[in-house]
């Protein structure tokens, strides 16, 4: 592989190279924003799609990266011959995403890879010493035993991107205290105020349309289900080192509290501003300095209302499922995110009702057999058997 590497014409200094696993998502163009906007501090080094070829092909003629990967092996023929009159490899397959992490040019990782394809590079990323700028929560659901460990093994810092963490990362900057409590915000999403009936005829066009943030598909599914909360408490516990306990989801539709912290004295102290990914994404590449930006800013005079609400469990059962896993602990979190990646998906293509989501994911979760203490090998094969179970329970 190429260890093509630039300097910064404007300060003469080596500008940071940023290895984007999945460049072309919601977070992956956000992120390239943030380093055009800074082309003197950040480099786009390596650049990574699943299947989008054709925004990979116009991202890599734009920002010139040392190299791309294509996971989908079967469009390679075809990114390579557009990029073949550029300086850039090209690679394609699952196996070159764990390859290309570890290039030693490489300052850090950002990882926004959808779902559980997330865990193979950031692992490997992390065996190369690799900083990790964390967009993918899946890592930490499925395996935060083990990435944690590795990450305390190997040195290697974990930076998040997500914007509730990065809010409690910020909040914890400088304090040597004991955390009492995690109060992770949630919006809510868009089904906050429905009833129990009105739930069983949403559809999937209903869900698409959060009413804060801009977000991919997947991850807007799964906050209209709430179990994109339930994520992030399951990343918070691994993230934060907490207890369950110690975790409160307080819904804040106005997410303007991204999320704070209360210490053992009872004083609180919370990360707010108007929503926008870029924010957290600029700070994780930035760390520990603090760069300047356009984003748009809290305008206090029209701020007037910030309401907060407790979580109905009892309609959102996906939430209530993460604390579960959390409370079982060994594979019980990566078989509750299979089958949430499989009902997600069936969701979107009309193939699952919305409250189904939760039945089938809560059965599937009775139906894979739990391993207490599993190794990156039991992580794997649950994943696929968990992904079986769900599709038969589906009858897909």
Not at 58 to 78: H, L, T
Not at 257 to 278: C, N, T, Y
Request: aromatic share 6%; hydrophobic share 45%.
């Amino acid at each position: 592989m190429t260890n093509k590497t630039k300097n910064s014409k404007k300060s003469g200094k080596q500008r940071k190279r940023i290895c984007i696993l999945g460049s072309t998502g919601s977070i992956g163009t956000q992120t390239l924003q943030v380093i055009e906007e800074h082309a003197d501090l950040f480099e786009a080094y390596v650049l990574t799609a699943n299947t989008q070829a054709d925004l990979l092909i116009a991202q890599a003629r734009k920002f010139q990266p040392a190299c791309v990967v294509i996971a989908d092996e079967s469009r390679y023929d075809y990114v390579s011959e557009a990029l073949a009159n550029e300086p850039i490899q090209v690679y394609a397959g699952a196996d070159a995403l764990c390859q290309v992490v570890q290039m030693e040019p490489v300052d850090i990782v950002l990882t926004a890879l959808v779902g559980f394809s997330g865990l193979r590079p950031t692992i490997s990323a992390i065996q190369a010493h690799k900083p990790i700028a964390l967009a993918n929560k899946e890592t930490l659901v499925v395996a935060g035993e083990l990435v944690t460990r590795l990450c305390m093994e190997n040195g290697v810092p974990i930076l998040p991107v997500d914007s509730e963490h990065s809010a409690i990362f910020q909040s914890l900057m400088g304090e040597c205290s004991s955390i009492e409590k995690i109060i992770l915000t949630a919006s809510g999403g868009p089904f906050r105020t429905f009833s129990h009936e009105q739930l069983r005829t949403v559809t999937p066009a209903m869900a698409l349309k959060h009413p804060n943030w801009d977000m991919g598909a997947k991850i807007t599914i799964d906050s209209a289900s709430m179990m994109n909360k339930g994520f992030e408490v399951i990343e918070a516990r691994w993230l934060f080192d907490v207890t369950p306990q110690q975790i409160q989801v307080v819904v804040h539709p106005q997410s303007i509290i991204h999320s704070a912290v209360e210490f053992q004295d009872g004083a609180v102290k919370a990360q707010l501003g108007m929503p926008d990914m870029r924010v957290p994404i600029q700070l994780a590449l930035s760390f520990p300095e603090r760069l300047p930006s356009d984003f748009p800013r809290i305008d206090w005079w029209q701020m007037k209302d910030l309401t907060f609400e407790r979580p109905d469990l009892d309609k959102f059962r996906c939430l209530q499922m993460a604390y579960e896993a959390i409370r079982m602990g060994g594979n019980a979190a990566c078989v509750v995110n299979a089958a949430n990646e499989i009902v997600n998906l069936a969701f979107r293509r009309g193939q699952c009702a919305f409250l189904q989501m939760a039945e089938v994911i809560e059965q599937t979760l009775q139906q894979v057999e739990h391993i207490q203490a599993p190794s990156l090998e039991d992580y794997l094969e649950c994943d696929a058997q968990a992904r079986r179970v769900a599709t038969q329970l589906l009858h897909l």
